[in-house]
């Protein structure tokens, strides 16, 4: 008897429910929250402000507009949940930015927050700094999801035109640094820079640290140890079958998908690790390679400046994707990647 009541409750399902009023809620007021769920003996309230309630049907005052996840779980069970987003309103046209603490080359969504319980139509005018990146919507649009590309305080403006009436907002935002790692480059008269790799977007170089230079200094793409084996670029030519007859000059190794990637006079290749499947990748290439297996990249030098892609993975060595430039450094004769977040 014990075993068959223990299933009947194991299997019991609760559908969570809630509903709001008012369902356009403004900063100050009271919004009554209505339990519907089917069943259920203890309730869990979350509003997204680090407020909690475990009342059935309670109340809730929000003292700042913005969008806010009300969260509500039956019996203490993860299963039985149900979120929605509410929108609380200012008493008076506003924006609101998806964050507090804005980062440089992070995304940021910045949103409209205007009380329009009669659905009057709206018109929107963002005026931005020119240090910003648009992403996501435009200078129209209720929200506009961007990214800035140098830190420091900036003014963001929105007009919003609401029944023939205009409002005119303004709002500075401090754009904090974020620390990322970096590729490092030396060029040919010794002189070595960094340039920061944050969120695949790429900061502007600039001149590299200590750790940075001893890091460059350490790093040779002419000779690599692999398995016991020393493979030297002017020599591998005679322990590859495959590389028979080529001039290579600088050699990695992606010893994850066990290919090589060569330089020689006539640009960059990719090799199965038998030196078969020799496929070009940049005829331009004029020298310095590096493999960054952490971030699936093969960076390389050219007279335009250092070009990075995606690792081939592919068994033919064929690959489809655009490789990207990264800065215009001529003269590059040494890449590494410093993995520390600076």
Not at 1 to 20: A, N, P, Q
């Amino acid at each position: 008897m014990c075993l068959v009541l223990t299933l009947i409750v194991g299997c019991k399902k609760i559908d969570v429910d809630f509903s709001y009023s008012p369902t356009d809620p403004k900063a100050g007021e009271t919004i009554k929250f209505t339990n519907n769920s089917s069943a259920g003996e203890s309730w869990a309230w979350t509003f997204g402000d680090n407020s909690t309630s475990m009342s059935k049907n309670p109340s809730k005052v929000y003292k700042k507009p913005g969008e806010y996840m009300v969260t509500l779980m039956v019996d203490s069970t993860k299963h039985f949940t149900h979120s929605k987003l509410i929108t609380v309103y200012d008493t008076i046209p506003t924006f609101v930015a998806s964050s507090d603490s804005i980062l440089y080359f992070h995304d940021v969504t910045l949103k409209a927050n205007i009380y329009n319980p009669f659905k009057y139509d709206l018109v929107y005018q963002w005026t931005m700094p020119d240090n910003c990146v648009i992403i996501a919507g435009d200078l129209n649009s209720a929200s506009v999801t961007l990214y800035f590309t140098t830190p420091g305080q900036t003014d963001i403006q929105l007009t919003i035109i609401q029944n023939g009436k205009e409002y005119n907002i303004s709002r500075q935002f401090t754009i904090h640094p974020a620390q990322a790692p970096a590729i490092v480059i030396r060029t040919a008269d010794n002189k070595v820079f960094r340039q920061r790799m944050i969120n695949d977007r790429l900061d502007q170089p600039s001149m590299a640290n200590s750790e940075d230079v001893y890091l460059i200094e350490q790093t040779c793409d002419t000779m690599l140890t692999f398995n016991g084996t020393v493979f030297i670029a002017s020599q591998i030519a005679n322990q590859i079958a495959g590389f028979q007859g080529l001039n290579i000059q600088h050699l990695q190794i992606d010893a994850m998908q066990m290919k090589w990637y060569i330089t020689t006079p006539n640009g960059l290749f990719v090799a199965s690790f038998d030196g078969s499947n020799l496929t070009a990748i940049d005829t331009n290439a004029t020298g310095a390679i590096y493999v960054d297996d952490l971030r699936n990249r093969i960076y390389w030098a050219t007279k335009q400046g250092v070009m990075a892609m995606p690792l081939v993975k592919s068994k033919n060595n064929q690959f489809s994707t655009t490789p990207i430039s990264y800065n215009d450094f001529s003269n590059v004769d040494l890449i590494t990647v410093n993995n520390k977040f600076q």
